[in-house]
């Protein structure tokens, strides 16, 4: 089967009993929106409404009085204007859905208050024709036992209204009680289904993808092995045969490369070697006077052959260390001393420059157990490589850090910097970040090679415009930290090394 069939097949199953497990959340869902709909659209202003009500008998029952035994008018229209109010949310009342017993006791409140209105009436009638003596009689008895009829009816309205939000909130608790255990239920069955439908088709394709994507880091890390078995006839399957195929002809192209390189380079060495004596012979006037035209002609082959044979022994030198090919020579060695050596060598190319090439020494013990040739080669590289990247009135600082179990060296500079998207690739062979300024690309890769043959590593800091920082840090051995050694600190300026304080 195809890895999109698989890949199908396994999400309809999902998604089916997802869609299941949806279907049941909703139904329980709609039925819990509907008893609190009801409750909140119905219950609670029928509540309301029936205690604004309940609660304007004792005012009323007050005006009332007033108005019998004050005589003032006042009370009276005050009194027929709330129990307008009251009679308005009775009749509210009704609109709402109410069971038979609230509709029992809401009937009864009804009429207990239109008689009471009646016999307000009559009261306001006697006072008009001036006997307050019969109105108030009347509201000592009629008008009392009609306000008290209101007020229990709408009491006992209002305790069967709670009584039924009880009731609705009971149910909808167990709604919901029944709703999680049957979503929970099911959700738990569709995640065992799911997860026994997609753990097998996963598990073989994850299993190919890792073995895939490890062999594909080690291809791009240069480091090519052997194929990788092909174990299923899928898409999956389909790139790990394309994934051999091109990481063979990857591996042959590299050795083709690396042998054409190394080859070309021997075969180079003796005939530039050749070629850089015999002008030396002849820049010597060993074979006779020259005229200053031949002077200057030799100079040039001279120079142009000595250029060749670096960039011959670099491309050896960086084929050595990428094919782990390179034996150190270790030995006792003062690094301080020789980054002062390599400073002293790179100070009139900085003149020349302009550039104020300094140094500097953090620390007291700088004893190391390395190559001291390829050392001194990774010093030259940083240093070189600074100066020519910073402009005239810049400034280079070499910096060596004694840090416990390492040697930090800094080569820091204020040159044109390295844009970002060359930071990546600044230590790969042949890539630069300025060709315009001319370069094989292999120093950088050369200080990496080094170090990391020393058990180091190098990293690099750098903002375009503003200069970089490369730094190395070199593992030592205990008996070169236990070794006392150098002095506290030394600067290199433009006008030569001097001792700091």
């Not at 036992?145 to 709408?154: H, I, Y």
């Not at 994850?206 to 299923?232: H, K």
């Not at 980054?339 to 013990?365: F, K």
């Not at 600074?386 to 800094?410: D, H, M, Y």
């Amino acid at each position: 089967m195809r890895l999109a069939s698989k890949i199908f097949v396994t999400s309809a199953l999902v998604i089916a009993v997802l869609v299941g497990v949806e279907f049941l959340s909703l139904r329980a869902v709609g039925r819990l929106v509907f008893f609190n709909q009801e409750i909140a659209t119905h219950t609670v202003p029928a509540l309301q409404l029936a205690a604004s009500a309940r609660e304007a008998i004792a005012p009323l029952v007050q005006l009332e009085a007033r108005a019998v035994v004050l005589d003032d008018a006042r009370y009276a229209t005050a009194w027929t204007e709330r129990a307008e109010r009251v009679a308005q949310d009775l009749e509210r009342l009704s609109e709402y859905a109410l069971s038979e017993q609230e509709a029992m006791y809401l009937r009864a409140a009804g009429a207990a208050f239109a008689g009471y209105r009646r016999v307000v009436a009559k009261e306001h009638a006697l006072l008009q024709r001036g006997t307050r003596a019969a109105a108030l009689r009347l509201t000592d008895t009629e008008a009392r036992v009609f306000a008290e009829d209101v007020t229990t009816n709408l009491d006992e309205l209002m305790a069967a209204t709670h009584t039924r939000v009880l009731k609705a909130q009971a149910e909808a608790a167990r709604l919901e009680a029944r709703t999680w255990t049957a979503v929970l239920v099911a959700l738990g069955a569709a995640v065992c289904l799911a997860l026994l439908g997609t753990a097998v088709v996963a598990q073989r394709i994850t299993r190919s993808l890792d073995v895939l994507a490890s062999a594909t880091a080690e291809v791009a890390a240069g480091a090519f092995r052997e194929p990788i078995a092909v174990e299923s006839h899928d898409e999956v399957g389909a790139l790990a045969q394309s994934f051999n195929s091109m990481a063979s002809q990857l591996r042959q192209m590299e050795e083709t490369k690396r042998e054409f390189f190394e080859t070309v380079s021997h075969e180079l060495r003796s005939p530039l070697t050749s070629i850089r004596g015999a002008a030396d012979l002849l820049r010597e006037r060993i074979p006779g006077p020259l005229t200053e035209q031949q002077e200057r002609l030799t100079g040039i082959i001279g120079q142009s052959s000595e250029r060749l044979l670096r960039l011959v022994n670099q491309i050896l030198e960086m084929s050595r260390l990428r094919t782990g090919l390179v034996e150190l020579d270790r030995k006792p060695l003062d690094l301080a001393r020789l980054v002062d050596g390599v400073v002293e060598e790179l100070h009139p190319r900085a003149e020349e420059a302009g550039v104020t090439l300094e140094q500097e020494h953090v620390g007291s013990n700088f004893a190391y157990h390395g190559d001291e040739e390829r050392l001194q080669q990774l010093v030259v590289n940083l240093g070189a490589n600074a100066l020519r990247f910073t402009p005239s009135g810049g400034r280079v600082v070499v910096r060596l850090i004694e840090a416990g179990s390492e040697l930090e060296l800094q080569v820091e500079d204020t040159g044109v910097g390295i844009p970002a998207d060359a930071l990546p690739h600044i230590f790969d062979a042949y890539r630069q970040a300025h060709r315009q300024r001319g370069g094989t690309g292999l120093g950088l890769a050369i200080v990496r090679g080094v170090a990391d043959a020393h058990g180091g590593r190098v990293t690099v800091e750098s903002q375009a415009g503003k200069g970089s920082r490369f730094t190395v840090l070199l593992p030592r051995s205990r008996a070169d930290v236990a070794q006392s050694g150098g002095s506290c600190s030394v600067r290199c300026g433009a006008g030569g090394l001097t001792e700091g304080p």
